[in-house]
């Protein structure tokens, strides 16, 4: 399971992993618990995590980032407790971890669904996202490489067909 196949499903609390969808809804599993169920597109919507924004005073930022921002500042800022915790608490919470965010279109409901994600996303070992960014960071150099030099990619590379593809291409150029 990645990051990118986790979603949130309107209606349901936690997080799900999106196994497959379907004309009439889709199959997920839930993160915490591991079952499986179908969910109907009709009283149901699925949202991929990587493409939920938060609000910020300037432009607008990436759910993962501000969970980057959390794991960055996990051992210098305790985190509070969605639960327990008040609301001027979370508030500064998030203040002091990113002061960016725009607190008249954040809520703090959103707030506290972004600290349980976290602590889901945490329990399920899900916070990789600078691996994640950096494999396709190389993937895309490896491809400007292979591209200017099928044969030394040839020589370099040992994962097959997707090297074959690029140098196809390349001396189809």
Same mark, same amino acid.
């Given at each position: 399971?990645?990051?990118? %196949?986790?979603? /949130?499903?309107?209606?349901?609390?936690?997080?799900?992993? &999106?196994?497959?969808?379907?004309?009439?809804?889709?199959?997920?599993? +839930?993160?915490?618990?591991?079952?499986?169920?179908?969910?109907?597109?009709?009283? #149901? +919507?699925?949202?991929?995590?990587?493409?939920?924004?938060?609000?910020?005073? @300037?432009? +607008?930022?990436?759910?993962?980032?501000?969970?980057?921002?959390?794991?960055? #500042?996990?051992? !210098?800022?305790?985190?509070? =407790?969605?639960?327990?915790?008040? +609301?001027?608490?979370? *508030?500064?919470?998030? *203040?002091?971890?990113?002061?960016?965010? !725009?607190?008249?279109?954040?809520?703090?409901? =959103?707030?506290?669904?972004? &600290?349980?994600?976290?602590? &889901?996303?945490?329990?399920?070992?899900? &916070?990789?996202?600078?691996?994640?960014?950096?494999?396709?960071?190389?993937?895309?150099? %490896?491809?400007?490489?292979?591209?200017?030099?099928?044969?030394?990619?040839?020589?370099?590379?040992?994962? @097959? /067909?997707?090297?074959?593809?690029?140098?196809?291409?390349? %001396?189809?150029?």
């Amino acid at each position: 399971m990645e990051y990118r %196949e986790i979603v /949130s499903v309107t209606g349901l609390s936690g997080l799900y992993q &999106l196994l497959t969808t379907k004309s009439d809804g889709a199959i997920v599993r +839930n993160v915490a618990d591991q079952s499986t169920k179908f969910i109907s597109a009709r009283q #149901h +919507n699925v949202t991929p995590l990587e493409s939920i924004e938060v609000y910020t005073t @300037g432009e +607008n930022v990436r759910l993962h980032e501000v969970f980057k921002k959390m794991q960055e #500042h996990e051992t !210098d800022i305790p985190m509070v =407790d969605a639960k327990t915790a008040d +609301n001027n608490s979370i *508030k500064s919470y998030f *203040k002091s971890i990113f002061p960016e965010f !725009d607190e008249e279109r954040v809520y703090v409901s =959103d707030m506290k669904k972004m &600290l349980k994600w976290y602590e &889901l996303l945490k329990t399920a070992d899900l &916070l990789h996202f600078e691996e994640e960014t950096t494999e396709g960071e190389g993937t895309e150099g %490896e491809t400007t490489e292979t591209a200017a030099e099928p044969v030394a990619a040839e020589a370099t590379t040992s994962t @097959g /067909s997707k090297e074959e593809a690029i140098t196809d291409t390349a %001396e189809e150029a």
